[in-house]
């Protein structure tokens, strides 16, 4: 039996996805900058991509920016916008429980001079907007919030975050890395005034090697990178069209059938009433906590992704569990998979105030619409089974 529990570090793609790239390999390999027919076919392919994915994220197809992934969408938005601004001010603003690739970015930033704050969470992981507040002066430029976090699966009220910002200042670039978010709750860039936003493909049945950041009309950043010129001298390179295509497909059928103003992803609620059920198997083994659990159903619809679960597992480090579980055909992460070459403890499971004994202890199990209930019902049994026995070996 073998049972992926791995979905936030990435997923499997759909077989409508590979069988789009191969058609794109096949039929639409010529250069998209190529004026010959083999090139206006390719960026034929990018062009339908793009208006599928602007049609569902309810924005102008020139807003969209393909990027290898989106370490390098969240790159180019923190440099660019703090870059591009620097003479308006050198302060910019994130959260304690960014991905690296925010968090890196403005660590490096910092070094170069300029100033940055670091906003607290509570023991839920949700930003403190008090903190947020009395953060932003004359000087912010930039502020960079994930609307949900990729360890503990916390969900920022993000609309109230975004207004806050341009409350203060319209002029103030708000950025969001939506790698999590994106195809697991709504997003209305809209209502929640953001300027960039990051996505990745192979967070939702896409491939590897493929995303995208949104950039709202009249924000102007500089490229990471340049040459050629393509996409409006944004991002130079020659477009791989097959990852491109392969990309909108997983996104397409990630909001297929959808009805709704703002797009819902189509199974989302088969996860929630899923992650209600993992949960309360969770909960029924001795002395395992939910890091980030709200405690009624209202608001862990509202501040809690459907298909990420983040555990404790008290007495056990995670490494141990981890391997246990694969022996049984389970695979899970003790983290984020990104943080992986970074050997130390969670900087997330930190800023949540977890105990310093408790902090290399944590399994996150991160669900997709192939999970079952009976799924879930083998991995609580073999839980009962590992925790108990791995517990005797507990140093003490």
Known sequence: MEIYLDNAATTKTLPEVNDAMREVLEKGFGNPSSKHILGVNAEKYIKDATK????????????????????????????????????????????????????????????????????PVDSKGRVDIDALKDALDDETTLVSVMIANNEIGTVQDIETIGNIIKDFNKDIIFHTDAVQAFGKIPIDIKAANIDLLSVSAHKLHGPKGIGFLYKKNGINIPPLLYGGGQQS??????????????????????????????????????????REYFIKGLKSIENVSINGYEDTEQ?????????IISATFDGIRAEVLLHALEEKG??????????????????????????????????????????????????????NEAVPFLRQFTRR
């Open 52 to 119: 599928t994915i602007s049609k569902i994220l309810k924005c102008n197809p020139n807003e969209i920016i393909y990027t290898s992934c989106a370490t390098e969408s969240n790159n180019m938005a923190v440099f660019g916008a703090a870059l591009k601004r620097e003479r308006f001010g050198k302060h910019i603003i994130t959260t304690q429980i960014e991905h690296p690739s925010v968090k890196e970015a403005f660590i490096e930033l910092e070094k170069r001079g300029f100033k940055v704050t670091f906003l």
């Open 233 to 274: 001298g944004m991002r130079s390179g020659t477009e791989p069209v097959f990852l491109i295509y392969g990309m909108s497909v997983a996104i397409e059928n990630t909001f297929k059938d959808n009805t709704s103003v703002i797009p819902v992803p189509k199974h989302m609620n088969d996860i929630y009433e899923l």
């Open 299 to 307: 608001d862990r619809e509202k501040y809690f992704l459907p298909n």
């Open 330 to 383: 389970i695979y899970v992460s003790s983290g984020s998979a990104c943080s992986s070459n970074k050997p130390g403890l969670s900087s997330v499971i930190q800023a949540i105030g977890t105990e310093k004994e408790r902090q290399d202890s944590n399994i996150r199990f991160s669900m997709d619409e192939f999970i079952t209930k009976e799924d879930i019902d083998y991995v609580i049994k073999t839980l």
